[in-house]
């Protein structure tokens, strides 16, 4: 299996940047993608980005531009740079470990509040 854990997301002033880091464990070698996602209040959960081992990227419309995703595969970390944070960024963010088999894992989720 593999466990997630996130670092604390926080309140940042829009404008702001916020670092977020997400450390696999456990059959790390099984996983592919390392993404983030996030859900706000009444919405479903959307994609943020991904980064597949080889270092392939993909990233929402909403982010693009503004967050940066990064992976680092030794110390099997994913991370998310964000910059030029707005309200609507707020949400709880997910970190997301797919495996070669298409399996799902996800991270207990951390909130990011972005203040006006």
């Known amino acids: 299996q593999v466990q997630l854990v996130e670092s604390e997301g926080g309140l940042v002033q829009a404008g702001g940047s916020l670092r977020l880091s997400c450390a696999a464990s456990?059959?790390?070698?099984?996983?592919?993608?390392l993404g983030w996602y996030r859900q706000s209040p009444g919405k479903q959960r959307e994609l943020g980005a991904t980064?597949?081992?080889?270092?392939?990227?993909n990233y929402a419309d909403a982010v693009k531009g503004r967050f940066t995703i990064s992976r680092d595969n030794a110390k099997n970390t994913v991370y998310l740079q964000m910059t030029s944070l707005n309200v609507e960024d707020t949400a709880v963010y997910y970190c997301?470990?797919?495996?070669?088999?298409?399996?799902?894992?996800w991270g207990q989720g951390t909130q990011v509040t972005v203040s006006s």
């Open positions: 997301n470990a797919r495996t070669y088999g298409g399996s799902d894992y």
């Open positions: 980064i597949t081992r080889g270092g392939r990227i």
């Open positions: 456990g059959r790390t070698f099984i996983i592919d993608t």
